[in-house]
Nanobody, 124 residues
Framework: HVQLVESGGGSVQAGGSLRLSCVAS????????VGWLRQAPGKEREGVAA???????SYADPVKGRFTISEDSAEHAVYLQMNALQPEDTAMYYC???????????????????WGQGTQVTVS
């Protein structure tokens, strides 16, 4: 059972940047996906970005051009660089491990089986 630990959340002003980190307790299997999903108060959890073991990334439309997901397999880590943050980006951000479907990483939470504890991002 893999454990995921997120860090890097915080409070920033609109237009600012944050970099989230997700470190796994072991290396990921081929075909695995690591996703970032977020949940704002009163809203459903939504996928933000995901990356597979080949480095192929997927993004949700609201963050395209602003967020970048990357991985460092040697460190068992996945990062989410968030630029041009807006108040609507305020949420708890979760790192999750899942699997590809249809040949690429999905952003729906149904495809993720292991979750981190989350890190809060607040944009004012």
């Amino acid at each position: 059972h893999v454990q995921l630990v997120e860090s890097g959340g915080g409070s920033v002003q609109a237009g600012g940047s944050l970099r989230l980190s997700c470190v796994a307790s072991r290396s990921l299997y081929s075909g695995a996906c690591v996703g970032w999903l977020r949940q704002a108060p009163g809203k459903e959890r939504e996928g933000v970005a995901a990356i597979d073991s080949d480095g192929i990334a997927s993004y949700a439309d609201p963050v395209k051009g602003r967020f970048t997901i990357s991985e460092d397999s040697a460190e068992h880590a996945v990062y989410l660089q968030m630029n041009a943050l807006q108040p609507e980006d305020t949420a708890m951000y979760y790192c999750a491990l899942g699997y590809r479907f249809g040949g690429y990483c999905q952003l729906q939470e149904d495809y993720y089986t292991s979750w981190g504890q989350g890190t809060q991002v607040t944009v004012s």
